[in-house]
């Protein structure tokens, strides 16, 4: 089986978020979150990918693929 070293996923994402710091919870879930993520609309498992949870709790938006700045802005406001 694979190892994943968490500090080694979670260090780019962290940098990430240093130079753009956004006002939302972010969660990863890993390699054991490939049947999360299909449960959550993506069949294929492909990775990276998004979803944006409105404040009930629903899927308000997904994104299979890189962020850009604009799908955040479109997520935020989805979002409410």
């Known amino acids: 089986p694979h190892e994943e ?7 780019p994402v962290q940098a ?4 753009r ?15 999360l993520v299909r449960d959550l609309g993506n069949p294929s498992g492909g990775l990276p990918f998004s979803v944006v949870l409105d404040r009930g709790g629903r899927i308000a938006a997904r994104k299979l693929g890189a962020m850009k700045q604009a799908d955040l ?6 979002a409410g």
């Open 16 to 19: 990430f978020l240093a130079r």
């Open 21 to 35: 710091p956004v006002h939302f919870d972010i969660a990863m879930a890993g390699f054991e979150g490939v049947g």
């Open 73 to 78: 802005d479109g997520f935020a406001s989805r």
């Open 5 to 11: 070293d968490p500090q080694r996923s979670v260090a």
